[in-house]
């Protein structure tokens, strides 16, 4: 059985000037080794001529493998949990920065809900409407 595939005139013209020997595969009579010398020859054409993609995909891979996402990703598959050093320096300043942002906080709210209180006038129950008027419900 033989399947017409295009490869290069090159590639044709030597696969052509080889004997063609089979290689015998389970569950077929034989295999012509020129189809798997034309496959290989397609293969290797169809690489080259998408060579910035191929070159640009590879380079992506790698850089997202061997960087830190990928040490990362690496280190989440085989089950080590990340870990940081109880005396980090930097664990330390953000854990003051994290204290004095709370603190900053509270205060905030504290002023505003006594400006709110000012504002409303105790907060007690709203006056009823006027009548003639219709009510909005809240």
Sequence with gaps: MRIPIWVPDVVA??????TATTIPIEGEESMNSDFLMRQLAVFIYTLARNGPVVFLGTLGIAVFGLGPIGRALAARIRGVAPSLPA?????????AGMTDLQERLDFSERVLT???QRLIGGGGPV????????????
């Design 13 to 18: 013209a030597h696969a052509a000037a080889r």
């Design 127 to 138: 006056p009823p409407a006027p009548p003639g008027r219709a009510v909005t419900p809240v």
């Design 114 to 116: 006594e400006l709110r």
């Design 87 to 95: 005396d980090d320096p930097s664990l330390a300043a953000l854990k």
